[in-house]
């Protein structure tokens, strides 16, 4: 009977985020050189340990506040790691958890001052422990989530054109999406706002702009509409 607490074997508890954003042309995500052994100087995801008075949402919440000083990040508790000795330095399992933030608005800063960078997700470099295997269990998970639900629009800025929509959704599947095709499910969802503005800088006659609108994305679900890209 397992009655006595002290007798039984205590492990660390560690929490690694997964944080993609997006530059307009390329999925990135952000990695911070280590600054500790073991594998002092490799780059890593960002992570730390749960603490005692802490939820694992806790956790994840206050570690992406330190790096990138937003309150509020879309985030999804992914999957957790055991292997016996995927830390040499404790018995530590991890908790993964993937993010997504928009560039334009994180804290250069703040970034800077924890010797993190964004990487293209096909230049990225390798990295310490299992953390290779949590990166692409992320990608995998993003893809299907992606097609399934309009999280992308959290990795756009408030107002986009519709080029940046497709681009985003080209770099988050890795493939090249037919343009009138693409365009048409979009409409087909009835779930964005288009505005009078244009952003002149993509040509001379310039690109409209458009919002996503989540209550009308929200009235979709209570009506059974589903989300399908």
């Known amino acids: 009977m397992l009655n006595n607490y002290n007798t039984e074997d205590k492990v660390l508890l560690a929490v690694d985020c ?53 309150e509020e990040i879309y985030m999804e508790q992914l999957y957790n790691f055991s292997k016996v000795d995927r830390d040499p330095a404790e018995r530590t399992l991890s908790v993964a958890y993937y993010a997504l933030i928009n560039i334009e608005d994180h804290d250069e800063k703040l970034i800077e001052q924890y010797s993190a960078k964004w990487f293209s997700i096909d230049e990225a470099p390798s990295l310490i422990f299992d953390h290779n295997q949590m990166v692409q269990k992320a990608i995998l998970r993003l893809r299907r989530r992606a097609i399934s639900k309009p999280i992308g629009f959290e990795l ?74």
Do not use: C
């Open 18 to 70: 997964i944080i993609f954003g997006f530059d307009q042309e390329d999925l990135k995500i952000l990695l911070i050189k280590r600054d500790f052994e073991p594998e002092k100087g490799k780059w890593s995801l960002i992570g730390g340990f749960l603490k005692m008075t802490e939820t694992l949402d806790d956790a994840a919440n206050r570690i992406l506040h330190h790096l990138t000083g937003f």
């Open 156 to 229: 756009l800025p408030e107002k986009f054109t519709m080029r940046q929509l497709q681009k985003l959704y080209e770099s988050i599947l890795d493939e090249k999406l037919d343009k009138r095709n693409f365009i048409n499910k979009v409409n087909g969802l009835d779930i964005l706002v288009k505005l009078e503005e244009k952003d002149m800088t993509s040509s001379r006659k310039g690109s409209y702009l458009y919002q996503f609108d989540k209550e009308k994305y929200d009235r979709n679900v209570e009506d059974g509409i589903t989300f399908k890209i």
